[in-house]
Protein backbone atom coordinates (compact mmCIF):
# COMPACT_ATOMS: atom_id res chain seq x y z
CA UNK A 1 0.00 0.00 0.00
CA UNK A 2 0.98 3.60 -0.72
CA UNK A 3 0.58 5.25 2.98
CA UNK A 4 2.33 1.84 4.53
CA UNK A 5 5.40 2.06 1.76
CA UNK A 6 5.47 6.02 2.73
CA UNK A 7 5.57 4.81 6.40
CA UNK A 8 8.86 2.55 5.68
CA UNK A 9 10.63 4.98 4.09
CA UNK A 10 10.76 7.84 6.48
CA UNK A 11 11.49 5.04 9.56
CA UNK A 12 14.29 3.22 7.15
CA UNK A 13 15.82 7.48 7.01
CA UNK A 14 15.39 8.15 10.29
CA UNK A 15 17.47 4.85 10.99
CA UNK A 16 20.22 5.81 8.77
CA UNK A 17 20.57 8.76 10.24
CA UNK A 18 20.91 7.48 14.16
CA UNK A 19 23.97 6.29 14.86
CA UNK A 20 23.18 4.88 18.65
CA UNK A 21 21.45 1.45 19.24
CA UNK A 22 18.33 1.09 17.88
CA UNK A 23 15.12 -0.83 16.90
CA UNK A 24 12.65 -1.51 13.71
CA UNK A 25 9.85 -3.54 14.59
CA UNK A 26 7.22 -4.77 11.96
CA UNK A 27 3.77 -6.13 13.43
CA UNK A 28 0.57 -7.63 12.67
CA UNK A 29 -2.39 -7.79 15.14
CA UNK A 30 -5.90 -9.32 14.97
CA UNK A 31 -8.08 -7.24 17.55
CA UNK A 32 -11.63 -6.72 18.45
CA UNK A 33 -12.75 -2.95 19.25
CA UNK A 34 -15.81 -1.78 21.52
CA UNK A 35 -17.61 1.58 20.44
CA UNK A 36 -19.54 2.58 23.10
CA UNK A 37 -21.96 5.34 23.75
CA UNK A 38 -23.68 5.19 20.58
CA UNK A 39 -27.50 6.69 20.45
CA UNK A 40 -29.99 3.97 18.88
CA UNK A 41 -32.10 5.49 16.42
CA UNK A 42 -34.46 2.46 15.87
CA UNK A 43 -38.00 3.87 16.33
CA UNK A 44 -38.25 1.14 19.18
CA UNK A 45 -34.81 1.26 20.62
CA UNK A 46 -33.95 -2.26 19.54
CA UNK A 47 -30.65 -1.97 17.59
CA UNK A 48 -29.00 -5.07 16.70
CA UNK A 49 -26.40 -4.44 18.90
CA UNK A 50 -27.40 -4.02 22.04
CA UNK A 51 -26.40 -1.07 24.95
CA UNK A 52 -25.15 1.19 22.84
CA UNK A 53 -22.34 -0.38 21.09
CA UNK A 54 -21.00 -2.70 18.93
CA UNK A 55 -17.81 -4.34 18.77
CA UNK A 56 -15.81 -4.72 15.45
CA UNK A 57 -13.34 -7.59 14.33
CA UNK A 58 -10.27 -7.24 12.08
CA UNK A 59 -6.55 -7.03 10.98
CA UNK A 60 -4.54 -4.09 12.08
CA UNK A 61 -0.68 -3.68 10.69
CA UNK A 62 2.04 -1.54 12.07
CA UNK A 63 5.80 -0.68 12.31
CA UNK A 64 7.46 1.05 15.19
CA UNK A 65 11.15 2.54 16.17
CA UNK A 66 12.96 2.65 18.86
CA UNK A 67 15.63 4.73 19.03
CA UNK A 68 16.13 6.51 22.84
CA UNK A 69 17.33 4.17 25.81
CA UNK A 70 16.53 5.53 29.32
CA UNK A 71 17.41 3.57 32.02
CA UNK A 72 15.37 0.27 31.67
CA UNK A 73 12.77 2.14 29.44
CA UNK A 74 13.36 2.61 25.25
CA UNK A 75 11.35 5.11 23.78
CA UNK A 76 9.81 5.21 20.32
CA UNK A 77 7.83 6.20 17.93
CA UNK A 78 4.58 3.47 16.15
CA UNK A 79 2.28 4.31 13.44
CA UNK A 80 -0.23 1.38 12.58
CA UNK A 81 -3.88 1.05 10.42
CA UNK A 82 -6.20 -1.06 10.68
CA UNK A 83 -9.55 -2.05 9.56
CA UNK A 84 -12.63 -3.65 11.28
CA UNK A 85 -16.06 -4.85 10.61
CA UNK A 86 -19.05 -6.26 12.05
CA UNK A 87 -22.31 -7.38 11.25
CA UNK A 88 -24.77 -5.64 13.75
CA UNK A 89 -25.42 -2.22 14.17
CA UNK A 90 -25.81 0.12 17.34
CA UNK A 91 -27.74 2.66 15.59
CA UNK A 92 -30.26 0.55 13.75
CA UNK A 93 -32.01 -3.16 13.66
CA UNK A 94 -30.76 -4.20 10.74
CA UNK A 95 -28.13 -6.17 10.28
CA UNK A 96 -25.82 -7.89 7.94
CA UNK A 97 -22.64 -8.86 6.77
CA UNK A 98 -20.06 -6.16 7.33
CA UNK A 99 -23.02 -3.02 8.35
CA UNK A 100 -20.66 -1.59 10.76
CA UNK A 101 -17.29 -0.49 9.53
CA UNK A 102 -14.12 1.34 10.69
CA UNK A 103 -10.76 2.38 8.58
CA UNK A 104 -8.32 4.05 10.79
CA UNK A 105 -4.70 5.17 10.93
CA UNK A 106 -3.03 6.13 14.25
CA UNK A 107 0.50 7.39 15.38
CA UNK A 108 2.22 7.73 18.42
CA UNK A 109 5.03 7.22 21.13
CA UNK A 110 5.61 4.35 22.31
CA UNK A 111 7.78 2.82 25.49
CA UNK A 112 9.10 -0.72 25.92
CA UNK A 113 10.56 -2.12 29.28
CA UNK A 114 13.65 -4.24 30.44
CA UNK A 115 12.65 -7.29 32.81
CA UNK A 116 14.67 -9.67 34.76
CA UNK A 117 12.82 -12.14 32.36
CA UNK A 118 14.40 -11.30 28.99
CA UNK A 119 11.73 -12.78 27.25
CA UNK A 120 8.56 -11.18 28.50
CA UNK A 121 9.05 -7.17 26.84
CA UNK A 122 5.91 -4.71 28.03
CA UNK A 123 5.17 -1.59 26.57
CA UNK A 124 2.99 0.89 26.55
CA UNK A 125 2.02 3.79 24.10
CA UNK A 126 -0.05 6.48 23.36
CA UNK A 127 -1.75 6.99 20.16
CA UNK A 128 -3.86 9.64 17.89
CA UNK A 129 -5.19 9.56 14.50
CA UNK A 130 -8.43 9.42 12.24
CA UNK A 131 -10.96 7.16 12.09
CA UNK A 132 -13.70 6.73 9.72
CA UNK A 133 -16.23 4.72 10.82
CA UNK A 134 -20.45 4.40 10.41
CA UNK A 135 -20.60 2.36 13.77
CA UNK A 136 -22.80 5.82 15.20
CA UNK A 137 -23.96 7.42 12.27
CA UNK A 138 -27.99 6.61 11.35
CA UNK A 139 -27.84 8.33 7.61
CA UNK A 140 -28.45 5.52 5.01
CA UNK A 141 -26.70 6.11 1.50
CA UNK A 142 -27.38 3.71 -1.48
CA UNK A 143 -24.62 2.17 -2.61
CA UNK A 144 -24.79 -0.21 -5.67
CA UNK A 145 -28.62 -0.34 -4.80
CA UNK A 146 -27.94 -1.81 -1.63
CA UNK A 147 -28.57 0.91 1.70
CA UNK A 148 -25.59 1.29 3.49
CA UNK A 149 -24.88 3.61 6.58
CA UNK A 150 -22.88 7.32 6.04
CA UNK A 151 -19.50 7.00 7.39
CA UNK A 152 -18.05 9.74 9.77
CA UNK A 153 -14.60 11.08 10.42
CA UNK A 154 -13.54 11.03 13.90
CA UNK A 155 -10.12 11.91 15.82
CA UNK A 156 -9.38 8.96 18.18
CA UNK A 157 -7.35 8.49 20.60
CA UNK A 158 -6.08 5.64 22.28
CA UNK A 159 -3.72 4.56 25.36
CA UNK A 160 -2.29 1.03 24.43
CA UNK A 161 -0.33 -1.54 27.17
CA UNK A 162 0.51 -5.40 26.51
CA UNK A 163 3.45 -7.68 26.10
CA UNK A 164 5.55 -9.35 23.47
CA UNK A 165 7.19 -12.90 24.54
CA UNK A 166 9.98 -13.57 22.27
CA UNK A 167 10.19 -16.61 20.55
CA UNK A 168 13.20 -16.19 18.12
CA UNK A 169 15.92 -13.98 18.37
CA UNK A 170 13.91 -11.95 15.06
CA UNK A 171 10.31 -13.10 16.07
CA UNK A 172 8.28 -11.68 19.31
CA UNK A 173 4.28 -13.66 19.79
CA UNK A 174 2.21 -10.50 20.97
CA UNK A 175 0.51 -12.34 23.44
CA UNK A 176 -1.91 -9.39 24.67
CA UNK A 177 -2.60 -5.83 23.71
CA UNK A 178 -5.49 -4.27 25.64
CA UNK A 179 -6.57 -0.35 24.48
CA UNK A 180 -8.63 2.54 25.94
CA UNK A 181 -9.61 6.01 24.58
CA UNK A 182 -12.20 8.01 22.40
CA UNK A 183 -13.40 9.15 19.35
CA UNK A 184 -14.60 12.69 18.81
CA UNK A 185 -16.29 13.21 15.50
CA UNK A 186 -15.05 16.21 13.10
CA UNK A 187 -16.71 17.60 10.27
CA UNK A 188 -20.64 17.36 9.05
CA UNK A 189 -22.57 13.65 10.44
CA UNK A 190 -25.67 13.33 12.04
CA UNK A 191 -24.86 10.29 14.71
CA UNK A 192 -23.49 9.94 17.95
CA UNK A 193 -20.60 13.07 18.68
CA UNK A 194 -18.35 11.53 20.93
CA UNK A 195 -18.04 7.47 21.13
CA UNK A 196 -15.99 5.37 23.55
CA UNK A 197 -13.38 3.08 22.44
CA UNK A 198 -12.08 -0.26 24.46
CA UNK A 199 -9.99 -3.12 22.48
CA UNK A 200 -8.11 -6.26 22.73
CA UNK A 201 -5.71 -7.82 20.25
CA UNK A 202 -2.56 -10.09 20.01
CA UNK A 203 -0.49 -10.85 16.99
CA UNK A 204 3.05 -11.24 16.11
CA UNK A 205 6.38 -8.69 15.64
CA UNK A 206 8.84 -9.40 13.98
CA UNK A 207 11.87 -6.86 14.74
CA UNK A 208 15.66 -6.31 14.11
CA UNK A 209 18.57 -3.98 15.08
CA UNK A 210 19.02 -1.06 13.55
CA UNK A 211 23.00 0.66 13.71
Known amino acids: MTFGKWIAVVLLGLASSITARAQLGVYGIYSATEFSGIQCYDPQGQCSSAGGKVSPTGGWGGIYYDFRTFGPVRLGIDVR ?111 TASVGVRSIGAGVVVHFPVR
Open 81 to 191: GGTEHANKSAVSAAGGQNITTSHAVLGGVRGSFHTPIRWVKPYAQVSFGWNRTDASDPTLTEVNGLFEHTNDNFLQYEVFGGADLQIASFLDFRALELGIGNMNRFGSGTG
